[in-house]
């Protein structure tokens, strides 16, 4: 019943969506289209117009985009791998002019869409790599903090390659594997809660029969949090065995700061702690957590894979609808050219004061009547599909003779 009430929202909502689309039209092509006398007087496009509109497609936008996506990239790349001196060189100012455009877009798509422009992960994504990078230009630049500055840079390139993934929306078959994606991130990040309290718990426990009154607070996280953690896949510890302890490898006093401290010892120089308890206690926590929390977070996410694949065909299109309306109000040239048409939008509106332009083809609101006779066409569409499913369900076999078996 869960699935058949997803399935009835996904269906209305697609409804709404091609309604929405019917209605984004601009006035005055359906005034051209429909006006036979208008039509006569139309002339063909010439050849630098159809270039153009051909440059000026979502479609056209998206590849250049992914090309200049690309090379920044691989700037980027080659900038932290062989071009970092303490002087910029020619290779790392251009990477600084390629950003400066990626925050003008960011801001032209702030002011186009307001509210909902940090509702969309991919923006996120865009805000924290940019702020990532301007905080290590800021370290990069200082002397004292020059080393800091590259390590945040490194992990902003990481950053950038996850923004990556937003091309695959365009496909059919890996863009329903994004929201896959997306799902089971969610879906471990509350998963790691559980995991936590037996990682927590184990760990803290070994490590107070193991060590006495260690003080070094990086030896303390990782007997007490770090190994736990790589038990769980196949990282077994030394320590807590007789036969594998080896008291080369520990620190009597907890004086190297390259070695952990050494568990309690006898008089005999041997380990002091039961090792009955420490081996069992080992044991029920594969037991819990390799075996039992980890499968666990299989069967999760064989749910989560399983509820959006049933579904790919509507999540693609709904993806694409988006990808489509970003790309069309998106200047034509790519990154880092895209700076001169932020420029000419700067002059242009802000400097000249021109008007904004009367027809948009993706309206975002609707006159009053029109929003009225779309929320009766949606209440129509529902109410037939409500009726045809019930139809369905009545005249199917399995339906007919389960009402045979209850009467």
Not at 12 to 35: A, E, G, K, Y
Not at 318 to 323: A, I
Not at 372 to 390: F, I, V
């Amino acid at each position: 019943m869960n699935l058949y009430g997803q399935n009835l929202k996904i269906d209305i909502s697609f409804c709404i969506c091609i309604c929405l689309c019917l209605c984004m039209s601009p006035t005055r092509d359906l005034s051209v289209h429909s006006d036979p006398a208008r039509l006569r007087h139309l002339k063909p496009l010439g050849n630098w117009s159809k270039l153009v509109c051909l440059h000026s497609s979502p479609q056209v936008k998206f590849y250049w985009n992914i090309v200049s996506y690309f090379a920044f990239l691989f700037l980027f790349a080659v900038v932290l791998m062989i071009d970092f001196q303490a002087t910029p060189s020619a290779g790392e100012l251009l990477l600084y002019i390629w950003l400066i455009s990626l925050v003008c877009e960011e801001v032209r798509q702030v002011r186009y869409i307001n509210m909902m422009y940090i509702n969309d992960l991919w923006n996120i994504l865009d805000v924290l790599s940019i702020l990532l990078f301007i905080i290590g230009l800021a370290f990069r630049l200082t002397s004292k903090l020059f080393y800091a500055g590259k390590v945040l840079l490194c992990i902003d390139f990481v950053v950038f390659c996850l923004r990556l993934m937003a091309i695959f929306t365009i496909s059919r078959t890996l863009g329903p594997k994004i929201i896959i994606v997306r799902r089971m991130m969610m879906d471990m990040f509350f998963f790691m809660f559980l995991l936590s309290i037996w990682v927590v718990a184990y760990g803290v426990a070994k490590q107070g029969i193991l060590i006495h009154n260690d003080n070094r607070l990086d030896w303390i996280v990782r007997g007490a949090v770090y190994e736990p953690y790589l038990i769980i896949f196949g990282n077994f510890p030394t320590n807590i065995d007789y036969t594998a302890f080896n008291i080369d490898s520990c620190s009597m006093n907890g004086t190297d700061p390259l070695k952990p401290k050494c568990p309690v010892l006898n008089e005999n120089q041997t380990p002091a702690f039961p090792e009955w308890l420490t081996i069992i206690m080992l044991c029920v926590y594969l037991l819990f957590a390799n075996i039992l929390l980890l499968n666990l977070l299989i069967a999760i996410f064989n749910f989560t894979f399983q509820e959006v694949q049933d579904n790919t065909d509507r999540i693609w299109k709904f993806q694409r609808y988006e990808l489509i309306k970003e790309y069309h109000s998106r200047p034509a040239a790519p990154p880092p050219f895209i700076i001169f048409s932020h420029l000419y939008l700067f002059i242009s509106k802000l400097v000249l004061r021109n008007p904004p332009s009367i027809y948009r083809e993706f309206k975002n609101k609707l006159p009053p009547t029109e929003d009225e006779e779309l929320l009766s066409w949606e209440a129509l569409m529902k109410d037939r599909y409500l009726l045809s499913t019930q139809r369905e369900q009545s005249q199917s076999t399995e339906r007919r003779i389960l009402d045979t078996a209850q009467k």
